[in-house]
């Protein structure tokens, strides 16, 4: 009966063995898990003072004030430009008018 003793205390041991690896086993799973839980909780969490739809719309206000100085001031540089370019017309008129004068007067001589 002695073998059979030894037999069941051997088998004990091989079960509690598998036991025991099987709780490490489920440990270090859980334990895994639990990293990556902290990590993605660590990337969505907001750490910073203002919400970032705010910040977005914020950018958003100051590119439509930019593009609306852009279009004024391209408007008022467009009407420099027109302005002077009916300035240069004028003049060269006056130009081409004092030279015919000229050039008849010469030719008259």
Do not use: Y
């Not at 895994?32 to 910073?48: F, G, I, M, P, V």
């Amino acid at each position: 009966m002695a073998g059979g003793l030894e037999l069941i205390g051997v088998v004990e041991v091989i079960v509690a063995a598998i036991t025991a690896g099987s709780v490490v086993v489920v440990a270090l799973i859980s334990n895994r898990t639990r990293q990556h839980a902290k990590a993605a909780r660590e990337e969505l969490q907001n750490d910073h003072s203002s919400n970032i739809r705010h910040d977005i719309d914020g950018l958003g206000h100051r590119l439509d004030s930019i593009v609306e100085w852009q279009t004024e001031h391209s408007a008022a540089s467009m009407r420099g430009h027109r302005r002077t370019t009916r300035l240069e017309v004028a003049t060269a008129g006056l130009l081409v008018g004092a030279l015919a004068s000229t050039i008849i007067r010469v030719a008259r001589k």
